[in-house]
């Protein structure tokens, strides 16, 4: 009893983000949050564990919208010259066997062949407009049949949709700069949370070719995206950060022995903290506690 009054006593957001976490697997297994470089290229199988395909990009929005996988099925159902787009919340993740690495972990994919072979798919070599609405509403409205909504925060109507949408692919090495145009460093990785909303980036800061950057967390909800250039067709994203808070914020350790305390509920507040940025689990567990 006197550890369950502990564990209530701390902080909602430590234990909004590890319900999260305990939803995607169960206790102990899945954490807060997946790294993108770790899940592209993943394996993906059916709900009978059968191979299906894998992971070829994420492709991920500004606010509180989930993230879409793309995959692929290679020469299963004749889908190999094909990519597939699908909303976080048909996939399940699924622990290695015992004694396996933690690396062979694997995404269950919960649609049933016949729902696959009508899925609104694209060829590889020519990948629909991004930043089109109609683009995940239509893939959204495909999936949702027999599912319940995802909790997420809606998207501004006065959002640019030209900017709303990423692939983790192409966030890899983008330039972050401040407001004023003056440079901060380059997203390194992208943290997405159990539930497919981008929890964090990690930016890699200052340094030279000799080496010395530091790679920093910054909560996603900290940049602004916009576009910029002659034609309104460059994409910028921008930190109000000053030099001191970036070189004084929690360091982000890239190597794969560092991923669980990257991923902890508790470090990830200290990153919102640090700039001063609200949680977005607290208000998602507001809004369900007035449901």
Wanted: glycine share 10%.
């Amino acid at each position: 009893m006197k550890s369950i009054q502990r564990l209530l006593s701390g902080t909602s957001a430590w234990i909004g983000l590890t319900c999260l976490a305990v939803a995607a697997s169960g206790p102990g297994q899945q954490p807060a949050v997946w790294m993108a470089s770790d899940l592209v290229g993943m394996k993906v199988v059916s709900q009978e564990g059968e191979s299906l395909g894998k992971i070829e990009d994420v492709v991920v929005h500004p606010g509180g919208m989930h993230a879409h996988a793309v995959l692929s099925f290679g020469g299963w159902l004749g889908m190999g010259d094909k990519l597939f787009a699908m909303p976080w919340s048909v996939l399940r993740s699924v622990a290695p066997e015992t004694g396996k690495d933690a690396d062979e972990r694997t995404l269950a994919l919960q649609v049933d062949k016949e729902t696959l072979k009508s899925a609104p798919g694209f060829d590889k070599k020519n990948w629909p407009s991004l930043a089109s609405p109609d683009w995940s509403r239509e893939i959204d409205a495909f999936y949702a049949v027999g599912r319940k909504p995802a909790h997420t925060q809606p998207v501004p109507a006065a959002a640019p949709t030209s900017v709303i949408t990423w692939r983790v692919s192409e966030l890899k090495g983008f330039d972050v700069e401040t407001p004023t145009g003056e440079e901060l460093g380059e997203i390194e990785e992208v943290a997405i949370d159990a539930n497919g909303r981008v929890s964090y980036v990690a930016l890699k800061h200052g340094g030279s070719l000799l080496g010395g950057a530091k790679h920093v967390a910054v909560p996603w909800d900290a940049l602004k995206f916009s576009l910029a250039g002659d034609k309104g067709d460059e994409k910028v994203i921008t930190l109000a950060s000053t030099e001191k808070q970036l070189e004084q914020a929690p360091e982000f350790k890239k190597d794969k022995e560092h991923r669980a305390e990257m991923s902890d509920p508790r470090w990830i507040t200290r990153v919102y903290t640090h700039f001063s940025v609200a949680p977005y689990w607290t208000a998602q567990s507001a809004a369900g506690s007035k449901d």
